[in-house]
C-alpha cells in the first residue's frame, strides 16, 4: 500500500474542513445594499474549542476568503499553523508591500474584499504604503496583522510597532484585538466595512498572545457597529432637481469617478448618457466605466486628458459628478476650473461632497442608485417636453475632437516609440484583458493609447500614485481571475521596485505577463525636469539603458519568467504575440524605448486648465464666442 505524502494529507484535511464548514462568497453588492451591518447568511457551525489563531482561520473560511497573501513571521506564526490545513489558499510574497498590492489588484480585479498578511513591527509597516494607495482609491481591503504579547505592548519590545495609530489617517476602520473571543465578530465587522458604504481598507492588529489563546468559535457572530449606516439610497428631490438642471443645461458634462465602478453601475450609467445626449469623461480611476469606443465618450480629463475632455468640464454650465472627488489632477487651479458650472455632486461619501468645490446640488447615496434614480427623473423631464438641443455644444467638443487627437511624434532618432508599444498591446492583447500600469509616463500613455471598452479591465494606483504597484497587483489580479490576460505596463524604474514578487509568481503558477517600457529614466520626473527644470537631469538616469544594469531578460530568468526584448518597432507585434503564446509561466518583455517621448496634453501643476498645451509649444486655440 502506497503511504500518503504529507501534501496529501493536507489537500484531504482541507477537503474535509471545506466539507464540515460550509462557505459562502461575500457580495460587495449586496453588502453595500444592506441597510444594517450583516454578515454572509451561512448555516451556524457548531462551537469548537479552538485557539485564538484556529478561531482567526475559522472566520476566513466562513467568510468566503479564498486567498491570502503573505509571510510570516513572529507574531503572526502562531496563524500560520492551522493556515497549513486551511481551505484558504496562502500565497507566500516575497515582500509584505507585495502583499498589500497582490490583495489590492485582486480586490480591484474581483470585486472582492482583498486579504494580505504580516507579521508585527517592520512586516506590519511595510504594508502602509499598500493600506495608504488602497485607502485613497477606494479599494476593498483587510489587513491583518500581528502584534507582541499584551504584556509587552508600549514597551519597546523587539518588532513592536503601533500599526493601529500609524495606519489610523489612512485606513476606513483599525482594531486592535483584546482577547480571543472577539475574533470572529471584529473579522466579520472589518469585511463589512472595507466593502460597504466606500469602500476602504481596515487593519485588523491581533497580539500574539491572543493568538495563542483558547477560545471556543461558533458562526455567525452578531456584528456591533453603532452609527455605522451608510446611505444608499439619495433624497428624492435632490434627484428631480438634479434631473431639472440636466433637461435645461446647454453645455453639461457627465463627470465619471471610480465610484461608478465600485458601485456596478456602468449599465445605468450607458442608459443614463444615452437618454440624455449628455457628454461623458471619466477619469482615470473610472476607465471602463464607460466605453472609449462610444461616440459620447469624450475621454479622461485632467493633467494629461484629452483637449475634448479637459474643455468640456472647463467650459461646461452643469456638472454631474458620479462617484468623483475634484481631486487636483482633474480640476488644476481650483479657482479658476468650471468657473460658470453649476455642480450636482453624488457620492456615497458625504465627506467629499462640497470638499473642494462648492456644489449646488448635493446627492448622497450609492452610485447605482443614484444614476438609477436619476434616469426615472429624467424619463419624467422628458416626457413633460422639458429638454434641451445640445447640438451646438456637440458641434464645439466635435470640433475639437478633430482637431486636437490623441498622438504622437515618431521619435527623430529612430528610437522605439513607448506609445506605439503600448498601443500595439492594447489591440493585439483585446478589450477582455486586464492591464495594470505602474506609476509615470507609461501610466498615462496607457490610459490614452489602449481602448477601454469594459469595466474592471483597468487597474492602477491614482490616488497615491505608487511606484511598484502594477507587479504584485497583476499578480492579485491573475489570482482573481485565472482564466483572463493580466498585462502589467510597467517602467523601469517602477519594475524595479517590486519585480521580486515575480518569484512568487513564477512558483505559484502564476503566469502574468509584464511589458517594461525601459526608457533608461525616471521617465515622468525627467519630463518635468525638461519643462521646468531646464534639462537638468539631476538623479533621474537609472543605467538600464548606458549599461544595461539590471540586464531585465536575465533578470526575469533569474526569477523563473521567460524573458524577452525588443528594441525596434518591426519586431513589436511577434514579441507580444510570442508573449501571448505562453501561458504557463510569467514573461517579461524588456521594450527598449526612446528616452525622450512625453506625455501630451498636458495641464502643468498649479495651472489653470485652461492653459493646456497640446504639445510642447502649442496650446489649443478655443473660439470663445462660440462659447
Known sequence: MTRPTPETLAHTARRARAAAEPTVDVDPAAARSAVTPAVPAVRPSAPAQVSGAGSLVRSLEALGVDV????????????????????????LVRHEQGAGHAATGYAQATGKVGVCIATSGPGATNLVTPIADAYMDSVAMVAITGQVARPSIGTDAFQEADIQGITLPITKHNFLVQNAEEIPRVLAEAFHLASSGRPGPVLVDIPKDVLQAPTTFSWP????????RPTLHPHGKQIREAARLMAGARRP??????????????????????????????TLMALGAFPDSHRQHLGMPGMHGTVAAVYGLQKSDLIVALGARFDDRVTGKLDSFAPDATVVHADIDPAEIGKNRHVDVPIVGDAKHVIDE????VTVERSAGRTTDLGDWWTQLDDLRDRYPLGYDEPSDGTLSPQYVIKRLGEI??????????????????????SYEKPHTWLNSGGLGTMGYAVPAAMGAKVGKPDTVVWAVDGDGCFQMTNQELATCALEGIPVKIAVINNGNLGMVRQWQTLFYNERYSNTELGTHKHRIPDFVKL????????LRCENAADVDKTIAAAMEIDDAPVVIDFVVGKDAMVWPMVAAGTSNDEIMFARGVRPVFDEDDI
Do not use: N
Open 68 to 91: 491570502v497573501f503573505g509571510i510570516p513571521g513572529g507574531a503572526i506564526l502562531p496563524a500560520y499553523d492551522p493556515l497549513y490545513d486551511s481551505t484558504v489558499r496562502h500565497i
Open 253 to 282: 458634462v457627465l463627470y465619471v469617478g471610480g465610484g461608478v465602478l465600485k458601485a456596478g453601475a456602468t449599465d445605468g450609467l450607458r442608459r443614463l448618457a444615452e437618454l440624455t445626449g449628455i457628454p461623458v469623461v471619466t
Open 556 to 563: 526575469a530568468e533569474a526569477l523563473g519568467c521567460v524573458g
Open 374 to 377: 436619476l434616469i426615472a427623473a
Open 221 to 228: 457572530p452578531t456584528l456591533d457597529l453603532p452609527g455605522y
Open 429 to 450: 492583447a483585446g478589450p477582455d484583458t486586464i492591464f495594470v500600469a505602474g506609476v509615470g509616463q507609461h501610466q498615462m500613455w496607457a490610459s490614452q493609447f489602449i
